[in-house]
């Protein structure tokens, strides 16, 4: 495709923070999350990076670039796309995600395309970038029809059409109405009865991006092709199914974002980790290492008829590399019969696992230096009273709180109490929380709905509350300390099952033993956790669906394969 330029084109900028000239509009550099540590910024973040770049260009080249370098990308893909199809329907709306619609209609046209495209402004005063972009438009021959116009069905939309998707982009945390909510409710009948594929400009329209949630129909893409930055609401919450396919592109402000990082004049912000990252956090093995190198974990938990979640974590944690585990049940607390996985007057014994050990809370309290606490525990007197030991031994531990041990927390001052004076005490010993959103909500006095509307930022006080890591779970698992924020890619359907957070709990406890620290070993964790239910080694597919000893016996694989990809 022959390069375009509207007229008028500004001198390449004198900054180097900006790196957009005549030359290199069409010149993408799209990546994929994972390929490379990237920032994730909210709207208000993404407007301010906006406001810097445009004290140093004509804001329009950034619409321009935005367009130009969306049509190459998008004519890259038809080329190796097996059912092809060269019928575009284009959908502009009122503001400047219609202005990049409008460069991305002209620029497909020019190169061969059947573009159709649907103007949704009628009525609204448009910004001056997109009356430019319009214009330009209309040079590359492309004659735009007012929505009002017309009105769905389309009974003409051929099969294996592409829908361009720019009503709203990173506004649309408003529901869609009128004209917009009809077409895409139209579309959303289309592709039940024929095959379509709709590629979203910057946020797929009707979707937060903020916080990934909706507030009526959205337009499900294929593919979005995001600006400047990832942002939250395409990785979590529903937003990480309504996405599809990412890709990112900062327009030549990589060298302005990163200035922006680094004088903090952004705030707080969080990242997605690359392949390189996950590497770096592996723990060591080496010949003359032994068991006693890899750490020794104590769970405690397991109330009558709970028992399995602690053997889940206890699997986890030997699949993840730690060197020994033993198990504290409270089905055993003063009983002389143990829970019923194996009938006798003897201690539990995993026959899958004969090496989990059985041992009771003291002598487990002097053998591990990594507890875990909560799996099958339940909120009995009996299980806060175990609690109260643990803490009140005031041993240096690294923990993780999983499951009603938060419960605990959240509902008995006591506990609460214990635990930050432990911590004054014990500050450089890893803490780990794994709540869920409805135990987040429990330990943050509020309700799912609030933890859920902003997960990041419900994360980040949860772990000033605690002086923790937090692992707030769910689609787009948030792990946070008080110096950072990252957001988990890894992940899929088939983690939620009964007794997947018992595995996460001790595939971090596991690590902690082999010397991480408690941010490296949460996100590390929840990496491999989430990529065991993908595709592994020569496997085409990923699991759907799954059960958590599967989970645990697949994380080992994925854990193998890097601990070897590591080495070289």
Not at 120 to 132: H, I, L, M, Y
Not at 266 to 295: C, I, M, N, W, Y
Not at 378 to 402: F, P, R, T
Not at 460 to 481: E, H, N, P
Request: glycine share 10%; hydrophobic share 45%; aromatic share 4%.
């Amino acid at each position: 495709m022959a390069r375009t330029h509207p007229p008028n084109m500004p001198p390449k900028p004198t900054s180097d923070l900006i790196e957009l000239n005549p030359e290199n509009l069409t010149h993408g550099h799209w990546q994929r999350p994972g390929e490379a540590r990237l920032p994730v910024l909210s709207v208000a973040q993404i407007r301010a990076v906006e406001a810097a770049a445009f004290a140093e260009i004509d804001s329009f080249v950034l619409m321009q670039a935005a367009g130009l370098r969306t049509a190459h990308k998008l004519l890259d893909q038809f080329s190796h796309s097996a059912s092809a199809a060269s019928h575009m329907l284009v959908l502009a709306g009122p503001g400047n995600n219609g202005g990049d619609a409008f460069i991305v209609a002209g620029a497909l046209h020019r190169a061969g395309m059947n573009v159709r495209l649907i103007d949704f402004a009628e009525g609204v005063q448009s910004s001056t970038d997109r009356q430019r972009a319009a214009a330009w438009c209309e040079q590359c021959g492309i004659t735009p029809q007012p929505a009002s116009e017309l009105s769905p069905p389309l009974h003409d939309l051929p099969r294996h059409a592409w829908v361009i998707d720019g009503l709203i982009g990173i506004a649309g945390g408003r529901a869609l109405q009128g004209a917009m909510l009809a077409w895409v409710e139209h579309i959303h009948s289309l592709r039940a009865c024929q095959p379509l594929h709709v590629v979203a400009l910057d946020c797929p329209s009707g979707l937060n991006c903020d916080n990934g949630q909706t507030q009526g129909p959205c337009l499900q893409a294929d593919v979005t092709f995001t600006y400047l930055a990832l942002k939250p609401g395409l990785l979590t919450n529903e937003g990480k199914s309504l996405a599809g396919e990412l890709w990112v592109d900062a327009l030549g402000c990589e060298a302005l974002i990163r200035a922006g990082l680094q004088q903090h004049m952004l705030g707080e912000v969080a990242h997605t980790a690359s392949r390189t990252d996950q590497l770096a956090r592996l723990p060591q093995r080496k010949h003359q290492h032994h068991k006693g190198s890899f750490g020794s974990l104590g769970i405690v938990g397991g109330q009558a008829g709970m028992v399995g979640a602690c053997v889940l974590s206890a699997r986890a944690a030997l699949h993840m590399g730690v060197g020994r585990v033993a198990l504290t049940l409270l089905a055993e607390h003063g009983q002389q019969w143990p829970d019923v996985q194996i009938q006798g007057s003897s201690a539990f014994l995993d026959i899958l696992c004969p090496e989990v050990m059985n041992k009771p809370l003291q002598e487990n309290l002097q053998f591990a230096d990594v507890l875990v606490l909560g799996p099958g525990l339940g909120q009995s007197d009996q299980a806060i009273d175990l609690l109260l030991q643990v803490l009140n031994a005031d041993q240096a531990h690294h923990m993780v709180w999983d499951a009603d041990a938060l419960n605990i927390l959240a509902k008995h001052e006591g506990v609460a109490s214990a635990l930050r004076t432990l911590r004054a005490t014990h500050p450089d010993r890893a803490m780990v929380l794994t709540p869920h959103p409805l135990e987040a909500a429990r330990l943050l006095r509020q309700n799912t709905e609030h933890i859920q509307a902003d997960r990041l930022g419900n994360a980040r006080a949860l772990a000033a509350k605690y002086a923790a890591t937090v692992v707030l779970k769910g689609a787009g698992t948030v792990i946070a300390d008080p110096q950072g924020l990252e957001i988990n890619l890894s992940g899929g359907p088939a983690l939620a099952t009964a007794g997947s957070g018992d595995v996460l709990a001790g595939a971090i406890a596991a690590l902690l033993g082999q010397g991480l620290k408690g941010f490296d070993a949460a996100c590390l964790a929840v990496h491999v956790h989430g990529a065991s239910v993908e595709p592994l080694g020569g496997s085409d597919e990923g699991l759907l669906v799954s059960h958590a000893s599967e989970i645990s016996l697949r994380m080992k694989q994925v854990l193998n394969r890097l601990l070897h990809q590591g080495t070289r």
